[in-house]
């Protein structure tokens, strides 16, 4: 499957954005998706995961109560809608698919086979 983020901008501390993420190619409703996030000078950290049919769903205690990660699988689209954004959330961030189905939920960035490029967002203070 091929994946294709997007939504990523320049935002001042306290606002929002939602990032999108569309799949094509195989079965994207079978997999379960995640984002992570790339800080300069950093590791790539994992941000929140949903499994295949949305009713699992973890997130990293810097952006719990704050993200939220959802899906639409009639759209083959994942989500991540941000709310009070802190400079410290800037980063560029990655959807990824994998796993799916019985199999369970994980954290894990080498249990999610696909990935997209990759959006920026930028947080001023």
């Known amino acids: 499957v091929q994946l294709q983020a997007s939504g990523g901008g320049l935002v001042q501390a306290g606002g929002s954005l939602r990032l999108s993420c569309i799949g094509s190619?195989?079965?994207?409703?079978?997999?379960?998706v995640a984002w992570f996030r790339q800080a300069p000078g950093k590791e790539r950290e994992f941000v929140a995961a949903?499994?295949?049919?949305?009713?699992?769903?973890y997130y990293d205690d810097p952006v719990k109560g704050r993200f939220t990660v959802s899906r639409d699988n009639a759209k083959n689209s994942a989500y991540l809608t941000m709310n009070n954004l802190k400079p410290e959330d800037t980063a560029v961030y990655f959807c990824?698919?994998?796993?799916?189905?019985?199999?369970?939920?994980?954290?894990?960035?080498?249990?999610?086979?696909?990935w997209g490029q990759g959006t920026q967002v930028t947080v001023s203070s």
């Open positions: 190619g195989r079965s994207f409703e079978t997999f379960h």
């Open positions: 949903l499994n295949w049919n949305g009713a699992i769903s």
């Open positions: 990824a698919a994998g796993g799916g189905g019985p199999l369970d939920l994980t954290l894990r960035q080498v249990d999610y086979r696909y």
